[in-house]
């Protein structure tokens, strides 16, 4: 066994192209782009990209990069989208994976067939001329963020709607009149980049959400918590709320709503600047969205208001379109993957980050692609039947969420890491970690 297709070259999937080529095998990459990157390909022309004019990441570097290639030393503490991209390229020719990538290719239908094998149909999308090729295994990184999910209220907006993936920039939003929905880290974001230019900003919360600030008495907030982690973990996050407060005060006290569950039941928005913009005015917070009727929008605290755009920042879905959905459909419910990459009944194919870590993806997917790389070539085996340990994991989250279709894939980000280099020091023969 030995030829291997991966699907994607951003952050997960050049670290998954390294990784197995590295333990020797064959390896062909598709990617839709022209170059690897992905999400950080800022306004590529595939329509992939999710990153805007402005983006920073929200973990900072002293938790975001390769154990194999780490960020250079004068790294900001929070890299922009061009530095990170900068780096995805540093990477991929570093290793010299480049020429193992078919850029400007689509993957268009996965089928396994006898033996475990794998059946690739794919496109070349310059010349449309389409192919099929047989491999030995499948390793899917096409990633999570591209295939937005709109919000579902009654009556209809006849103003300008937007999904924050085709947010890229505030500069058409000049003097109007803008909604944005959600309290995730691309809402949060939208509302204060386009505060700068717009006639007026509102954001709408069905929920109260806990801000991180982006420091924290000094040390960027993931330094500062990972500082924190001996304190016990049933007080972990109570502690952290505590902290919180303490140093921005209550979210009820600046007019947004109050969060109820748990801090880590939502994915947390790392946001230093939207208590900014709306203790100076610039963003007006708003309950959720009662019904849409032409330009104007009721919430259900009776209040309305006239919009000329709504920006809603609602997610995405996850979706494989190059599987049939009766053979792998993650779309709903939560995803049956062991350490997030390994179903218990299909063989030869592993899902690269797949997850939402409460943290950095892409320093979780190396070790995912170590880790499966090696399950590949018979040097790790599970203590156990996949099918068991998989219940076990799925009956075991890191963090209890909320039932919603954001919330099927987080992970804490250090236990992860942990657990995957456990697994990796079990591999024969054996793996420094």
């Given at each position: 066994?030995?030829?291997?297709?991966?699907?994607?070259?951003?952050?997960?999937?050049?670290?998954?192209?390294?990784?197995?080529?590295?333990?020797?095998?064959?390896?062909?990459?598709?990617?839709?782009?022209?170059?690897?990157?992905?999400?950080?390909?800022?306004?590529?022309?595939?329509?992939?990209?999710?990153?805007?004019?402005?983006?920073?990441?929200?973990?900072?570097?002293?938790t975001?990069?390769?154990?194999?290639?780490?960020?250079?030393?004068?790294?900001?503490?929070?890299?922009?989208?061009?530095?990170?991209?900068?780096?995805?390229?540093?990477?991929?020719?570093?290793?010299?994976?480049?020429?193992?990538?078919?850029?400007?290719?689509?993957?268009?239908?996965?089928?396994?067939?006898?033996?475990?094998?794998?059946?690739?149909?794919?496109?070349?999308l310059?010349?449309?001329?389409?192919?099929?090729?047989?491999?030995?295994?499948?390793?899917?990184?096409?990633?999570?963020?591209?295939?937005?999910?709109?919000?579902?209220?009654?009556?209809?907006f006849?103003?300008?709607?937007?999904?924050?993936?085709?947010?890229?920039?505030?500069?058409?939003?000049?003097?109007?009149?803008?909604?944005?929905?959600?309290?995730?880290?691309?809402?949060?974001?939208?509302?204060?980049?386009?505060?700068?230019?717009?006639?007026?900003?509102?954001?709408?919360?069905?929920?109260?959400?806990?801000?991180?600030?982006?420091?924290?008495?000094?040390?960027?907030?993931?330094?500062?918590?990972?500082?924190?982690?001996?304190?016990?973990?049933?007080?972990?996050?109570p502690?952290?709320?505590?902290?919180?407060?303490?140093?921005?005060?209550?979210?009820?006290?600046?007019?947004?709503?109050?969060?109820?569950?748990?801090?880590?039941?939502?994915?947390?928005?790392?946001?230093?600047?939207l208590?900014?913009?709306?203790?100076?005015?610039?963003?007006?917070?708003?309950?959720?969205?009662?019904?849409?009727?032409?330009?104007?929008?009721?919430?259900?605290?009776?209040?309305?208001?006239?919009?000329?755009?709504?920006?809603?920042?609602?997610?995405?879905?996850?979706?494989?379109?190059?599987?049939?959905?009766?053979?792998?459909?993650?779309?709903?419910?939560?995803?049956?993957?062991?350490?997030?990459?390994?179903?218990?009944?299909?063989?030869?194919?592993?899902?690269?980050?797949?997850?939402?870590?409460?943290?950095?993806?892409?320093?979780?997917?190396?070790?995912q692609?170590?880790?499966?790389?090696?399950?590949?070539?018979?040097?790790?085996?599970?203590?156990?039947?996949?099918?068991?340990l998989?219940?076990?994991?799925?009956?075991?989250?890191?963090?209890?969420?909320?039932?919603?279709?954001?919330?099927?894939?987080?992970?804490?980000?250090?236990?992860?890491?942990?657990r995957?280099?456990?697994?990796l020091?079990?591999?024969?023969?054996?793996l420094?970690?």
């Amino acid at each position: 066994m030995n030829k291997v297709a991966i699907i994607g070259a951003g952050p997960c999937g050049i670290t998954a192209i390294k990784n197995f080529s590295d333990l020797g095998f064959e390896v062909t990459a598709f990617e839709r782009c022209q170059g690897v990157g992905g999400n950080w390909r800022f306004n590529d022309p595939s329509g992939h990209s999710s990153v805007f004019e402005t983006t920073h990441i929200i973990s900072s570097k002293y938790t975001s990069y390769y154990e194999d290639y780490p960020l250079p030393e004068n790294a900001a503490d929070y890299p922009s989208h061009k530095d990170l991209l900068e780096y995805f390229n540093n990477y991929t020719d570093h290793f010299d994976i480049r020429k193992l990538i078919k850029f400007g290719t689509e993957v268009q239908h996965c089928k396994q067939i006898e033996s475990d094998k794998w059946e690739i149909t794919w496109k070349e999308l310059e010349s449309d001329q389409v192919r099929t090729d047989i491999y030995d295994a499948l390793v899917v990184c096409n990633g999570h963020h591209h295939e937005p999910r709109y919000p579902d209220y009654p009556g209809r907006f006849t103003g300008e709607f937007i999904h924050s993936h085709d947010f890229k920039s505030a500069k058409p939003f000049k003097d109007k009149r803008v909604l944005v929905i959600g309290g995730g880290n691309s809402a949060c974001d939208v509302a204060v980049e386009t505060a700068r230019v717009a006639k007026s900003i509102s954001i709408s919360w069905r929920r109260g959400y806990y801000l991180i600030p982006k420091f924290m008495y000094g040390l960027p907030t993931d330094l500062y918590a990972m500082k924190n982690r001996w304190v016990p973990r049933i007080f972990r996050a109570p502690f952290i709320r505590f902290m919180l407060e303490r140093f921005q005060g209550k979210n009820e006290d600046i007019g947004l709503q109050k969060p109820t569950q748990p801090i880590f039941a939502t994915h947390p928005t790392v946001n230093s600047e939207l208590y900014y913009a709306v203790r100076h005015g610039k963003v007006s917070p708003q309950k959720d969205i009662k019904e849409f009727n032409n330009n104007k929008v009721a919430f259900i605290d009776g209040y309305e208001e006239e919009f000329d755009v709504v920006i809603a920042c609602t997610g995405f879905r996850i979706k494989h379109s190059f599987f049939d959905k009766d053979f792998i459909n993650y779309e709903e419910g939560m995803v049956p993957l062991l350490h997030r990459m390994i179903p218990a009944d299909i063989n030869n194919i592993y899902f690269i980050g797949l997850f939402q870590p409460l943290g950095c993806i892409w320093p979780g997917a190396e070790l995912q692609s170590k880790l499966a790389a090696r399950h590949l070539l018979g040097q790790w085996k599970p203590k156990k039947s996949i099918r068991d340990l998989l219940d076990k994991e799925m009956a075991n989250p890191d963090v209890p969420q909320l039932d919603t279709p954001r919330h099927t894939i987080t992970v804490d980000d250090p236990a992860f890491r942990e657990r995957l280099k456990k697994e990796l020091r079990r591999c024969e023969p054996a793996l420094e970690i």
